[in-house]
């Protein structure tokens, strides 16, 4: 089940909203980075190894605080503050969301790009919406209707969580284990980029697959790396911070194009 699942999420159809983002690659494109098949891969490689690794940790990491809310703490925390199981549960919960946000905060730090974060927080917007109905759960309730207010702090409100910490509380509300999300979410980050190739630059669909499938062994590699972030425990101030600058650089002048195909 858990397996059918994580093909539902990183389904381009599933209706998340990342069909309409190319992941910069309309800008790479546009600026002559990426004109075939081989530069393609190379660029997709950099993807991964850069943007992808740093959204597979934080999902891993979102996935392991989602997680702290499961019967295991809350029974461990009750024994200890001899408070009910529901006054704990509650208590548990919040804790959570403030985790989450450190995390999403964290992240933010990491993404100079204001265009990028814009982007990932409209996905991470549409995956919670459309989670609500796939997975109910408490914490994908907190993201939903709680998250504006506790993450804004008396500033303007936060327009939904970045895309990574939404894909982490997605996969546990799912029932994904953090190796499904990490996997989930390296899949993503070069899937919905290469895909968009097709309208982009019109490069052969079966040439496309066949990069994404050449991929394969760079994208469990990274999964695996991310692994060690799924532990609610670790300093999320440790998380890795691998930057693309020109993938930053171009987000931000895509922004300003008055005609694209791709909202990012």
């Known amino acids: 089940m858990t397996h ?21 690659l309309e800008a790479a494109a546009a600026a002559g980075l990426v004109r075939d098949l081989s530069q393609l891969y190379e660029w997709l490689t950099g993807r991964l190894a850069t943007i992808g690794s740093v959204e597979a940790a934080f999902a891993a990491a979102a996935w392991s605080n989602a997680s702290a809310a499961g019967s295991g703490v809350v029974k461990a925390s009750t024994l200890a503050s001899g408070r009910s199981v ?14 989450l946000i450190v ?23 549409g995956l919670i919406r459309a989670a609500r109905r796939c997975w109910p759960s408490d914490v994908i309730e907190a993201l939903a209707i709680h998250w504006p207010a506790t993450a804004a702090l008396g500033t303007a409100p936060v327009a939904g969580p970045m895309l990574p ?6 996969g546990f509300a799912a029932g994904l284990s953090a190796a499904d999300v990490t996997l989930g979410a390296c899949c993503a980050a070069v899937q919905g980029p290469a895909w968009s190739s ?40 440790e998380l890795p911070s691998t930057t693309a600058p020109l993938l930053e650089l171009g987000a931000e002048d895509h922004a300003t194009w008055e005609v694209r195909l791709f909202a990012s």
């Open 86 to 99: 529901a006054e704990e549960s509650a208590g548990v919960l919040a804790d959570v969301e403030r985790r």
């Open 165 to 170: 910490i939404a894909f982490g509380v997605t």
């Open 4 to 24: 059918s699942t994580l093909l539902l999420l990183v389904d381009g159809r599933f209706p998340a909203g990342g069909h309409a983002h190319s992941g910069g």
């Open 103 to 125: 995390l999403d905060r964290e992240l933010v730090a990491r993404t100079a790009s204001p265009a990028q974060r814009s982007a990932s927080r409209a996905q991470g917007r």
């Open 198 to 237: 097709t309208r982009l630059l019109g490069l052969d669909p079966l040439g496309v697959a066949e990069c994404i499938a050449r991929l394969s062994p760079a994208i469990e590699q990274a999964s695996k790396a991310a692994l060690r972030w799924s532990d609610w425990t670790l300093n999320p101030r």
